[in-house]
């Protein structure tokens, strides 16, 4: 719901538990109000009485400009008195920098905002447009917002418009800008960070005077830093307190910064990383940022995660996919590796076809001279050599024994030792002659550069129409340098990293339109690019490299701060791992790994029959959770970095069911009186735990609680929850 007051010039938005207000000052300037709980129009008066005060004591200094410094801002301005970080900066033809923008006007429109060549929310409410000009140039600016009534994400993005003649260029596009008042409590900030195999960690450091700036200048959101940051207010725990939740809906080098003012404010704006960042912008020319999507929670960081899952699963992901029931898949790479042949991936399909799985998932190795990482990337076209018959043997084997087939790809990426780079060597990205940068023996494809793209759309295209194919790995195995395109002259090379995000998302668009019936589940070694623009063309991404069954439970905590556990991409591999040499039960592996798109990742031939039961069973169990994994709403019970326990719980809508999945790291003698208290039940009603044998009241299972059960070293549990028939 969007509120406009022409008396205050007030705007309040609202979705379901959040309210947001801002209005046009006496400067003409679009001033913050606020952000928290929901609140009634009625009170938008209160807000521009009370908090619409300019922070300088004197009214008058606004028309000074000096006086902004302290304003809470939609849009932090360059050069004008303003000196904490802009949101919009605008190099003018005589190179002129400084901006203030002012209202112009507005309007509100039905639904959301579609937004060509970038991923964006499938639908709101309402949009509200606000119009701003610069009051030294002819250059516009577009704020746009977009609520839904059934949501706590506020989706947002800028326009910028050249309506002069004069060429411009816009050193900074950010997406949003939004202040936190002071309310002399400690602001802290939650990032996730990380590393290959260790993705999306939370990482919680107080606020203090200055910026904190997360950032990826990987050319992709990469492993390191994820496109998200939570502000948390003092007191915020998992499930109490107020957060600001804010997500970045792309998928390239971004940056995300917190600037605490000498007003001890704070202004957290994102977007398109600013370094070394231009976009020449011709007279008439526009230019959209991607979109941000910012959520407010009043019920703690859980109640953020909540509501970022329903915005993911409602609003971003593919309508048609998102609720499909995810095939079991069996994935040969850690199996194999590159050294297969016909013979040995036969063997695994044929132990999948009897434990139940539904899809077989041939991974690298498949295509060109691919017999190592040193060679064949680009070349996808299918090597008859390795695979007897090519793919249609292996496809028509699956068939034989009932499985679906998917194929791994990537398709961003060159080996020097490859045709399409003996044919085209000027399409890896590089500066001609300057070394390139190598990383698992491999070059980046130009995707600045349409016929690039064109190619790669083609070729890949031709393998998913003439096989049948129903899944589909997209991986990308390193990062973007060199940061230079031959295709663009030299003062538009800041132009580099957003086009190949364009390329990226143009590529994707295109193969998952043309390709309707295929699922598609993103990858970049491992979860390097688990961003919500990936999220709009993958319903699924490969969560990480490590699949060991400890680590997981970090990588999965984190990555559920913002991201559904549908959305995550769950295999059970051999012990030792591959990658830590840990051994942990089969059993954990399995539970842990139900607690997303579930899957197998290993030798099947090399299974014992005590395995091959497990992994029945757990198909089994899968099925009985699976609508809860896709439908479900998540609490996180007990924190993998925070002590010996790991505890998740899923809960239908309904609250009918729940399923919890616990995992005990260490054998301890002294403890073991841990209280994992549930939660998300419905205190009336009546539910039975089927492992326990207990029957109780929501109150007393989320009141009182039950304890963690003593295990062995990373020994896990499951529960089903159900409610007790009333009739029963
Ligand atoms: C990446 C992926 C793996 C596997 C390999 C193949 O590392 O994360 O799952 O597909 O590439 O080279």
């Known amino acids: 719901m969007i509120y406009y007051n022409s008396q205050t010039k007030s705007f309040l938005l609202s979705g379901k538990n959040y309210s947001y207000g801002m209005y046009i000052n006496r400067a003409g300037l679009l001033q913050h109000l606020y952000w928290g709980k929901k609140i009634g129009a009625a009170d938008a008066a209160f807000l521009v009485a009370a908090h619409g005060l300019p922070a300088s004591p004197n009214p008058d200094d606004y028309n000074k400009e000096i006086a902004t410094d302290g304003m809470p801002s939609e849009c932090g301005s360059f050069g004008r008195g303003d000196f904490r970080p802009a949101t919009v900066v605008v190099r003018r033809k005589d190179g002129a920098a400084m901006s203030r923008f002012r209202y112009v006007s507005h309007k509100i429109v039905k639904g959301a905002l579609h937004l060509q060549g970038m991923p964006c929310a499938r639908k709101a409410d309402e949009t509200l447009i606000l119009t701003l000009k610069d009051d030294f140039s002819d250059i516009e600016l577009d704020l746009n917002y977009s609520v839904s009534e059934d949501s706590d994400v506020l989706v947002r993005s800028a326009v910028i418009r050249n309506a002069g003649k004069d060429a411009a260029e816009i050193a900074k596009a950010f997406s949003f800008c939004t202040e936190l008042p002071d309310t002399r409590g400690t602001y802290s900030a939650l990032r996730l960070a990380g590393s290959w ?83 020449q912008l011709q007279g008439g020319d526009v230019f959209a940022t991607p979109q941000a999507a910012l959520c407010y929670s009043g019920e703690g960081l859980g109640g953020m995660s909540r509501a970022y899952h329903d915005f993911f699963r409602e609003y971003i992901i593919d309508p048609k996919r998102v609720y ?61 050599r390795k695979l007897k018959g090519g793919l249609k043997a292996v496809i028509g084997h699956c068939k034989e024994k009932g499985l679906k087939f998917g194929l791994w790809f990537e398709p961003e990426m060159v080996s020097e030792d490859s045709d399409l780079y003996r044919a085209h060597p000027d399409w890896a990205i590089g500066k001609a002659g300057a070394e390139p940068c190598r990383s698992r023996n491999q070059l980046v494809l130009d995707f600045t550069r349409k016929e690039v793209v064109d190619y790669i759309f083609e070729t890949v295209s031709k393998i998913l129409r003439e096989n049948d194919i129903s899944y589909v790995k997209w991986d990308k195995n390193r990062d973007i340098t060199e940061n230079y395109t031959a295709s663009l002259p030299a003062d538009r090379q800041g132009e580099f990293w957003h086009r190949y995000a364009l390329g990226f998302y143009d590529l994707a668009e295109r193969l998952t339109k043309a390709f309707p019936n295929v699922f598609f589940e993103g990858c970049a070694g491992g979860g390097g690019r688990f961003d919500g623009g990936a999220l709009y063309y993958f319903p699924q991404i490969w969560t990480s490299d490590d699949t060991d069954g400890l680590e997981r439970t970090k990588i999965q905590w984190g990555t559920s701060v913002c991201y559904p556990v549908s959305s995550m991409s769950c295999h059970v591999s051999a012990c030792p791992n591959h990658q830590t040499g840990r051994t942990t039960p089969f059993a954990t592996r399995g539970a842990v790994a139900s607690l997303g798109a579930t899957g197998y990742e290993l030798d099947l031939t090399k299974l014992s029959e005590e395995e091959k039961m497990q992994v029945r069973e757990q198909i089994e169990n899968y099925k009985q959770i699976d609508e809860l994994v896709l439908k479900g709403d998540l609490y996180r019970l007990a924190d993998p970095f925070d002590g010996n326990y790991f505890c998740e719980m899923l809960v239908g809508k309904d609250k009918s069911k729940a399923y919890v999945v616990g995992e005990r790291f260490r054998a301890d003698p002294c403890d073991h009186d841990r209280v994992l208290k549930l939660r998300g039940l419905d205190e009336g009603k009546t539910y039975a735990i089927r492992e326990l044998n207990v029957t109780a009241s929501g109150a007393a299972l989320m009141g009182a609680g039950l304890f963690c059960p003593r295990l062995p070293d990373c020994g896990s549990w499951v529960w089903h929850i159900e409610e007790v028939n009333k009739k029963g």
């Open 197 to 279: 195999a260790r993705e999306r960690t939370p990482v919680i450091t107080p606020l203090a005077e200055g910026t904190l700036r997360i950032e990826s200048a990987r050319g992709y959101s990469s492993h390191q830093m994820n496109p998200f940051l939570a502000v948390l207010s003092e007191g915020c725990g998992e499930e109490r307190g107020e957060c600001y939740g804010f997500n970045l809906l792309y998928s390239g080098s971004f940056a995300i910064t917190a600037d605490v003012s000498q007003n001890k404010s704070i202004r957290v704006q994102g977007g398109i990383n600013d370094y070394l960042f231009g976009w």
């Open 324 to 384: 499909m029931r995810r095939p079991i898949v069996i994935n040969n790479w850690e199996a194999t590796y590159f050294d297969f042949d016909n013979e040995k991936l036969f063997s695994i399909i044929d132990e999948a076809a009897k434990l139940g799985m539904d899809t077989f998932v041939l991974d690298d190795g498949w295509f060109g001279k691919r017999d190592g990482d040193a060679s064949g990337l680009g070349d996808w076209f299918v090597n008859e």
